[in-house]
């Protein structure tokens, strides 16, 4: 079974805002392509589009549920996790999620994906895209996985049958 993720307000401004950001920063170049030549503006443009396209080629789309696998699709390289490699599974609170930091990865731009850490739960490695609807995902070897499906209830009924 397929389950959908949608980005939270934040993670919605986020993304305008850098897209808005990155456009503008293009479009302000061809100002200056008369002092500098095109070197800087073709090197800044293929730089913004390099991050652009990372940040969304990584960014969860859904998360699928079959007998064998929990599956996280990107667009890039999807992640599998045997479901025999899950421990555990369960809803997580506000107040489990207080104070994280970002260690590597991208916090708000298409969602909030990579590594993460705070003290009550150590080390997580986060494929979400939302702040809410948090279910953490513990494996054999005690990895900690963030996700953020739109229906967390139904999701960990269906994967921890």
């Not at 307000?9 to 392509?33: E, P, R, Y």
């Not at 979400?128 to 609807?133: D, E, P």
């Amino acid at each position: 079974m397929t389950y959908k993720t949608s980005l939270d307000n934040l993670a919605k401004g986020i993304t305008i805002g850098v897209t808005i950001l990155f456009v503008a920063i293009l479009i302000g170049q061809f100002s200056i392509i008369k002092d500098t030549g095109w070197a800087v503006p073709i090197i800044t443009t293929v730089t913004l589009f390099l991050i652009y396209f990372i940040s969304f080629a990584f960014s969860p789309i859904n998360y699928e549920v079959s007998a064998q696998h929990l599956s996280i699709h990107r667009l890039l390289i999807d992640v599998n996790i045997d479901r025999n490699q899950i421990k555990s599974v369960e809803l997580l609170d506000k107040e489990q999620l207080a104070w994280v930091i970002r260690t590597f990865g991208v916090g708000g731009l298409f969602g909030y994906y990579g590594k993460f850490a705070n003290t009550k739960l150590g080390s997580m490695t986060w494929y979400a895209t939302r702040r809410n609807k948090t279910v953490l995902i513990v494996t054999i070897d005690n990895k900690k996985i963030i996700l953020t499906p739109d229906e967390p209830e139904k999701f960990v009924a269906h994967l921890a049958v």
